[in-house]
Nanobody, 111 residues
Framework: QVQLVESGGGLVQPGGSLRLSCVAS????????MSWYRQAPGKQRELVAS???????NYADSVKGRFTISRDNAENTGYLQMNSLKPEDTAAYSC?????WGQGTQVTVSS
């Protein structure tokens, strides 16, 4: 059974940073791409960033230069480092591999 478990969300002031983690089990983590998505209330879910098995990365225009996606295949863990956070980054963030999703972690950016 595949499980993806996110952590690291919370409340942060504008301009602050957070690092999200996604720990995978039951899947050959190093073989597959991993992505982070987010969904704000009343909005559609959007792709934030993705990283291929080989380490190639892709970012939404809205987070380029502020967010960094990475992975540690030895630890079956993916990360999303979020810097210079803005109120519009407030959303539930979820990780995805193939058809599998985590439960999400809430990020709230507010003063």
């Amino acid at each position: 059974q595949v499980q993806l478990v996110e952590s690291g969300g919370g409340l942060v002031q504008p301009g602050g940073s957070l690092r999200l983690s996604c720990v995978a089990s039951g899947i050959a983590f190093g073989w597959y791409s991993m992505s982070w998505y987010r969904q704000a209330p009343g909005k559609q879910r959007e792709l934030v960033a993705s990283i291929s098995a080989s380490g190639s990365t892709n970012y939404a225009d809205s987070v380029k230069g502020r967010f960094t996606i990475s992975r540690d295949n030895a630890e079956n863990t993916g990360y999303l480092q979020m810097n210079s956070l803005k109120p519009e980054d407030t959303a539930a963030y979820s990780c995805n591999m193939l058809v599998h999703w985590g439960q999400g972690t809430q990020v709230t950016v507010s003063s």
